[in-house]
C-alpha cells in the first residue's frame, strides 16, 4: 500500500466511525476455537450450551474478540499506520454471541493527542460496539491505539 494510502493519526479525529462486519458466525469456528482455546462444555456441545444460562452454542468471549479484531483489521487496522496498541480499558460481553448470529458495529474515535513520550505517535482512543442480527449489543470494548503522525513535527501538542 502506498504512503499516502494509509490512514494516519491525522486521519482519525474524535467522531470518525469505522464500520465493523458484517460476520456470520457457525457453530463450527465457535467449536473448533473452544476446543483450542477454551474447552468449556457450552463451547464445544449445543445441548451443554442449551443447558447453560447461555440458551445455545456459544462462542468464548475471548472468540468474540477476536471476531472483533478481525473485523477491525478489515475495517480499518490494514490501512492505518498503526504501531500497535499498549493495552485495552475494558472489555464487556453483554450477551452471549450464539452460532447463527451474524454480527456487526462500529469503531468510534473517541479523542486523540500526541504522545509525549514517543515522536510520530499519536494516541487515538477508540470505542468498539458489536451487535447481533437483532440489533442486541454483544460486545463493547475501549483502547488506545498508536497511530503515526503522517508529518512529525508539523503538529503541535
Not at 473452544?34 to 445455545?56: F, R, T
Not at 458489536?130 to 501538542?157: A, F, K, Y
Request: proline residues 6%; charged residues 20%; glycine residues 8%.
Amino acid at each position: 500500500m502506498a504512503k499516502d494510502d494509509l490512514l494516519y493519526f491525522e486521519d482519525m479525529p474524535a467522531g470518525t466511525v469505522f464500520p465493523l462486519g458484517p460476520k456470520n458466525v457457525t457453530a463450527d469456528e465457535i467449536i473448533a476455537f473452544a476446543m483450542e482455546y477454551d474447552a468449556q462444555p457450552m463451547h464445544l456441545d449445543a445441548e451443554a450450551g442449551k443447558q447453560s444460562i447461555l440458551g445455545g452454542l456459544a462462542a468464548s468471549g475471548w472468540h468474540s474478540c477476536s471476531m472483533m479484531m478481525r473485523m477491525m483489521t478489515d475495517s480499518y487496522l490494514l490501512r492505518a499506520a498503526a504501531e500497535g496498541a499498549p493495552g485495552v480499558d475494558f472489555v464487556k460481553w453483554k450477551k452471549p454471541v450464539l452460532a447463527g448470529d451474524v454480527l456487526s458495529g462500529e469503531t468510534r474515535v473517541l479523542d486523540s493527542r500526541i504522545s509525549q513520550s514517543r515522536p510520530g505517535i499519536g494516541i487515538v482512543n477508540l470505542r468498539h460496539e458489536l451487535r447481533n442480527q437483532s440489533g442486541d449489543t454483544v460486545l463493547e470494548s475501549e483502547n488506545p491505539v498508536m497511530i503515526r503522525l503522517r508529518n512529525p513535527g508539523s503538529t503541535s501538542s
